[in-house]
């Protein structure tokens, strides 16, 4: 499951865009009931032609379309969620246990398949055609996406593969990995993430065997759409699916994290799934949102070869989980290769009860810049991702502050707020104003904006 997520001028990122010597070598893998063999990170400086950038075993000619950079590619294959004692492999295998021991098939072997090897380079179609996702949806920009080119890119949700495995005759899986999207920069916001897929098709006999008079009940209708139905599904099989759905997601927050837990379902909606939920769970005085949930699509179920068959579908990320559970304060410390950090999930079994204890909480460095924007299209995502590929994950923070249009020449004006802290070490002022100065440098080389620092 998606969540709604922002034009790069591709032709300006001399340095920060995708070298044409990038190369990354490996193969993907899966299998039936669990995929975890990663996909290799290495990187040779070698390549077909100049154009054209060579990953996971295959070469990709670079377009227009083409906006992603080396600092993203350094990411991919990485595969936190399969690094044993890893806290996004601990949640990851703690869902796995539960469903694994909770659903259980006819022949005593687990329903849900799991496949967490599967290739983070997906076509176009898959990451939204495949998903019903209009041609002139908001999902689909460049702004907020890292594409190859214009038929390839890098998945940005794990409902990229939600087509392919129901086609290939699945009723029930899980799909986990890593997901890029280019978003804002704060300590909850990364652009590399993972995600798990759940999905889960019915049979008329599945999803009525055990009610009363369920004998008579049907699937399907001809009617009409509304706010609670598609107008191919009858009302009754809708609101099954439904309880089914929030049934196996609220035990197995439980599961996770207790039965004190508070949760709440909010009505939303994705273009994929109908009617659609998001479980948001009380936390540290707050509601936060965890997963979106649905009733899939009919039409992306029949196109898949399950014409008939109704569904569900969830999407949950998982660091979202981990910082919840162990009380991670900033997401790029998912990242690191800190010992201090890492040895405190080496644990004997899956479900050790973890309180992170911080390395140490070093003084932030906070800096400010501002410019003029040009006068062609500007995205504030274009500079979030300058500023990462520049200072890296030095930077904790990138907040807009002030917006100032002049009333003569209407040139607009952006100030930010840069927030450097490693999470790691103190930073000092002479290294962090290097960094700054080349943000600064680099925005108006490769955005083309008019400094005013």
Not at 56 to 66: E, I, T
Not at 409 to 437: A, F, G, M, N
Request: hydrophobic share 35%.
């Amino acid at each position: 499951m998606a969540m709604l997520w922002k034009f790069m001028r591709v032709a300006k990122y001399s340095k920060t865009s995708l070298s044409p010597k990038v190369r990354v070598r490996g193969i993907p893998a899966n299998s039936r009931h669990s995929s975890s063999k990663s996909v290799p990170s290495d990187f040779a400086a070698s390549t077909p032609c100049s154009n054209t950038v060579e990953l996971l075993g295959k070469a990709y000619p670079q377009d227009n379309y083409s906006n992603v950079t080396e600092k993203i590619l350094s990411k991919v294959g990485k595969n936190l969620h399969n690094k044993k004692h890893h806290p996004l492999w601990l949640i990851k295998e703690q869902v796995k246990d539960h469903f694994y021991k909770q659903y259980i098939g006819r022949h005593g072997t687990p329903l849900f398949s799991v496949y967490d090897g599967l290739s983070p380079v997906v076509t176009v179609q898959q990451n939204f055609d495949s998903l019903l996702i209009p041609q002139n949806h908001a999902s689909r920009r460049k702004e907020d996406n890292y594409y190859l080119n214009r038929d390839h890119m890098l998945r940005a949700h794990t409902s990229a593969h939600q087509w392919d495995l129901i086609h290939s005759g699945l009723d029930a899986f899980l799909a986990v990995g890593d997901v890029y999207r280019r978003d804002t920069i704060d300590n909850s916001h990364y652009p590399v993430f993972h995600q798990m897929e759940g999905v889960r098709l019915f049979s008329c006999h599945e999803l009525f065997s055990n009610i009363k008079d369920g004998e008579g009940l049907q699937l399907f209708e001809q009617g009409h759409r509304t706010a609670h139905k598609q107008e191919c599904h009858t009302m009754e099989a809708v609101r099954l699916v439904e309880f089914n759905l929030k049934q196996v997601l609220s035990k197995l927050m439980a599961h996770i994290f207790g039965d004190e837990l508070q949760v709440r379902w909010v009505d939303c909606y994705f273009p994929f799934t109908h009617p659609s939920f998001e479980m948001e769970i009380h936390f540290q005085g707050e509601w936060m949102e965890v997963l979106g949930c649905g009733v899939m699509e009919q039409q992306l179920v029949n196109s898949a070869g399950a014409q008939d068959k109704i569904g569900w579908a969830f999407g949950l990320g998982l660091e979202r989980l981990a910082m919840i559970l162990y009380d991670i304060p900033d997401i790029r410390l998912f990242w690191s290769e800190d010992e201090r950090f890492l040895k405190q999930f080496i644990v004997p079994h899956i479900w050790q009860k973890i309180k992170f204890q911080p390395l140490s909480r070093y003084p932030p460095l906070i800096n400010d810049i501002s410019f003029w924007l040009p006068s062609e299209t500007y995205s504030k995502n274009d500079f979030y991702d300058l500023a990462r590929t520049v200072g890296g994950d030095l930077i904790e923070k990138v907040v807009l502050v002030d917006e100032f249009t002049h009333p003569e020449t209407k040139k607009v004006s952006h100030c930010y707020r840069i927030i450097y802290r490693h999470p790691e070490r103190t930073l000092t002022q002479d290294e962090v104003h290097r960094i700054h100065q080349a943000i600064e440098e680099s925005a108006v080389r490769e955005l083309g904006v008019e400094g005013r620092f």
